[in-house]
């Protein structure tokens, strides 16, 4: 297919693989550790490096059209979030980082099996996938950790205000482990799943995509003006406070204590610009321009309370998850279940990020033997991921299949893009092997 579009054969190949966050959602942009693994879909793009500086993408899905721009002139427009910007985002982030303005064009075919819009991080390893395809053009190096920090900041050319947990697992993801992901600085240390048990992935068929949406960013400003209010509360510099992390740090406080602290400090009632600025001492103009995203400065009502909740339980599971996974008590996969049904039960109730489907298809899945199932990725539709006793799964999944695919009207194109047990797989590489594409 490289050849039909190009009328050449590619140079080199790199993947980039998708994610399934196992617990943790909504929780890496407040500075909080995260434990997510690589699957085995990824995203694939064959390159050639040309001698014009024009750049020309193509896809092997007829849904995404070919585009062609000057490799000098890169303009991604946040209004709209289209396929081929992605990979922008990641191709002008690597630019930017070393400061060039005379780059090479390079024709590139991208091809994935990771299911878009799912929660599964398709977006994210698109920019990495593009990112790593540049450096290599540039014949740069930078180690895993730069790489993913780079990726991370450049998809919010797109509007994303994301924290990075998908881009560092895309690059960092080792075949066999999950990985605990910290922030500032960047680490990632290995976590062994228990051998007795798998993951599973259902897709709701729900698509929700974070950039075209401002759900995710209220999200974030929500976290933000809580850890503000936060901070002002206890006396604390809140003008230099951006995370909930940082409010813990600076109080040199546990996590169960700042929940305490949340209880005194925030009400759970919504909170109106007005009030925000009468708790901060700060005008509307000042809210709007100085703290809020453009997308989010028309915001009626923010949950403080709510989203501070959530995020400061949610960190407390991921350690215990963590733990749990170290100590392997002969009841782990009962334990780890638990908290993947808490985590769920926060997502829904205190981050408000799930949906009626994603929600059922819980209940189904624990219904038929999942030990624990949660929704996974940013949330309103996308996929869910159920801890499955090995020896349940292959009932479990024709079960989950009749519930929930075959008793609906849900077009499923796919049922192995649909539902599906996977492993943890691999990062981000470069590859000159021969691929069919």
């Known amino acids: 297919m490289f050849n039909s579009k190009f009328g050449s054969i590619p140079k080199f190949y790199v993947r980039a693989p998708g994610r399934v966050n196992i617990i943790g959602e909504h929780i890496d942009y407040c500075g909080y550790s995260v434990l997510p693994m690589a699957v085995e879909q990824d995203m694939l793009i064959a390159v050639e490096p040309v001698k014009t500086q024009t750049l020309q993408l193509a896809n092997t899905n007829p849904l ?26 990641g191709f002008k982030g690597i630019q930017e980082h070393f400061g060039l303005s005379n780059l090479t064009g390079m024709n590139c075919l991208v091809d994935g099996n990771i299911p878009p819009s799912s929660g599964l991080s398709s977006s994210s ?23 993913a920090e780079i990726c991370a900041k450049s998809e919010r050319y797109i509007g994303t205000e994301g924290g990075g947990m998908d ?32 993951f599973v992935i259902a897709n709701s068929c729900v698509e ?3 950039a075209a949406t401002s759900h995710f960013n209220i999200r974030v400003m929500e976290c933000r003006l809580a850890a503000k209010l936060l901070a002002k509360y206890r006396g604390l510099q809140w003008d230099e406070v951006l995370r909930l992390e940082e409010v813990q740090a600076k109080l040199g406080v546990s996590l169960e204590e700042m929940l305490w602290i949340t209880e005194d400090a925030l009400h759970p009632e919504p ?21 809020l995203s453009p997308n989010t400065q028309d915001v009626l009502i923010f949950k403080l309370y709510q989203r501070a909740k959530h995020v400061y339980s949610e960190a407390t599971r991921v350690l215990r998850f963590k733990k749990i996974c170290e100590e392997a008590p002969d009841n782990t996969v009962q334990l780890l279940g638990e908290l993947m ?24 899945c624990r219904k038929f033997g999942a030990q624990g199932s949660r929704l996974t990725g940013a949330g309103w539709g ?11 799964l292959t009932s479990f999944l024709a079960n989950v299949l009749e519930a929930y695919y075959q008793r609906s009207d849900r077009n499923v194109t796919s049922e192995k893009q649909s539902l599906f047990a996977t492993k943890p797989g691999g990062g981000a590489l470069v590859f000159l092997e021969a691929q069919t594409m």
């Open 271 to 291: 909170y109106s610009p007005e009030e925000v600025c009468r708790c901060l001492e700060i005008s509307l103009q000042e809210l709007r321009t100085q703290i």
């Open 208 to 210: 929700m995509n974070k």
């Open 167 to 198: 881009q560092s697992i895309s690059f960092l993801a080792e075949e066999g482990t999950a990985k605990l992901i910290e922030f500032s600085p960047l680490r990632a240390t290995d976590v062994k799943l228990p051998s007795g048990a798998v």
């Open 64 to 89: 995404y059209p070919d585009f062609s721009t000057s490799a000098n002139n890169i303009q991604i427009d946040k209004t709209k979030p289209l396929w081929h910007n992605y990979f922008l985002c």
């Open 382 to 392: 996308g996929c869910t991921v159920s801890l499955v006793p090995a020896d349940k």
């Open 125 to 147: 390893a698109l920019v990495c996938c593009a990112g790593l395809v540049t450096l290599t053009v540039l014949g740069m190096n930078l180690s895993k950790v730069e790489l």
């Open 341 to 364: 049904n808490q985590s769920h039960a926060s997502c829904r109730d205190l981050c408000e990020c799930s949906c009626p489907e994603l929600d059922q298809l819980v209940d189904i």
